[in-house]
């Protein structure tokens, strides 16, 4: 029996869009648990990239990476680089270019994975990413894949970007997030995929509240039985 009081960790892996983020903070509300967005790390360290002008696989990139300190508060809504709450410039189109080239850099993985298990120490935790159930976590209590077709995936993105007024339309989103997945799935290290054990959620049709509903009844179901 898994029990979600003591210390449990559910992991979630997905591609871009598929509703992880807004699923999983929803869960970590509900049950109480610590939020870990993983992709709000590497999306951090991009920013470092681009401000300093920096290539992805540069020694000094990594020198940045090493010293810098990557902090969540308000329970993963705000994250703080170096000090600086960075929730903001981490999700422009920018940033959205470069990540999936920062992220497929072992070294730099290596460094991100290792401060995600430190985090995963501290109490209970639902973390969302790409190698959440297969890499972070390979021995997480409960791991789940969430899909989505890519338009709809796309039309998720577009509604977000919108809300932030930001001018683009949904041809270009579909592109750049078959771009993101195509690199995401391919890359030599710790590609997305779906971990033999993970249950996976088609979530194209459903709402959030239906994917919630459904990953809390699992985890529910499995602490009882
Ligand atoms: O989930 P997101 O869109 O914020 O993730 C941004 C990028 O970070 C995504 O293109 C892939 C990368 N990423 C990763 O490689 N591993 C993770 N665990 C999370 C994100």
């Given at each position: 029996?898994?029990?979600?009081?003591?210390?449990?960790?559910?992991?979630?892996?997905?591609?871009?869009?598929?509703?992880?983020?807004?699923?999983?903070?929803?869960?970590?509300?509900?049950?109480?648990?610590?939020?870990?967005?993983?992709?709000?790390?590497?999306?951090?360290?991009?920013?470092?990239?681009?401000?300093?002008?920096?290539?992805?696989?540069?020694?000094?990139?990594?020198?940045?990476?090493?010293?810098?300190?990557?902090?969540?508060?308000?329970?993963?809504?705000?994250?703080?680089?170096?000090?600086?709450?960075?929730?903001?410039?981490?999700?422009?189109?920018?940033?959205?270019?470069?990540?999936?080239?920062?992220?497929?850099?072992?070294?730099?993985?290596?460094e991100i994975v290792k401060h995600q298990q430190r985090i995963g120490g501290e109490g209970s935790i639902?973390?969302?990413?790409?190698?959440?159930?297969?890499?972070?976590?390979?021995?997480?209590?409960?791991?789940?894949?969430?899909?989505?077709?890519?338009?709809?995936?796309?039309?998720?993105?577009?509604?977000?970007?919108?809300?932030?007024?930001?001018?683009?339309?949904?041809?270009?989103?579909?592109?750049?997030?078959?771009?993101?997945?195509?690199?995401?799935?391919?890359?030599?290290?710790?590609?997305?995929?779906?971990?033999?054990?993970?249950?996976?959620?088609?979530?194209?049709?459903?709402?959030i509240n239906e994917v919630v509903d459904f990953i809390i009844a699992q985890v529910c179901e499995d602490e009882i039985g």
């Amino acid at each position: 029996m898994k029990k979600i009081g003591s210390q449990a960790t559910i992991a979630i892996d997905g591609p871009a869009g598929s509703g992880k983020s807004t699923v999983a903070r929803r869960i970590a509300e509900r049950l109480g648990l610590l939020y870990l967005d993983s992709g709000a790390m590497y999306r951090a360290v991009t920013l470092l990239a681009i401000r300093s002008e920096l290539a992805a696989d540069s020694p000094e990139l990594l020198e940045q990476v090493k010293a810098c300190h990557i902090k969540f508060e308000d329970n993963g809504k705000t994250i703080l680089l170096n000090a600086e709450d960075v929730s903001v410039q981490i999700r422009t189109p920018a940033v959205n270019r470069r990540v999936a080239d920062v992220a497929k850099i072992p070294e730099i993985r290596h460094e991100i994975v290792k401060h995600q298990q430190r985090i995963g120490g501290e109490g209970s935790i639902i973390a969302e990413g790409r190698d959440l159930t297969t890499i972070v976590f390979p021995n997480a209590d409960f791991k789940f894949y969430l899909d989505a077709s890519v338009t709809e995936r796309a039309k998720r993105r577009l509604a977000e970007l919108q809300r932030q007024n930001v001018d683009i339309t949904l041809a270009a989103v579909e592109a750049e997030i078959s771009d993101r997945d195509e690199k995401d799935k391919t890359r030599a290290h710790s590609p997305l995929r779906a971990a033999d054990d993970a249950i996976r959620v088609d979530t194209t049709d459903k709402t959030i509240n239906e994917v919630v509903d459904f990953i809390i009844a699992q985890v529910c179901e499995d602490e009882i039985g």
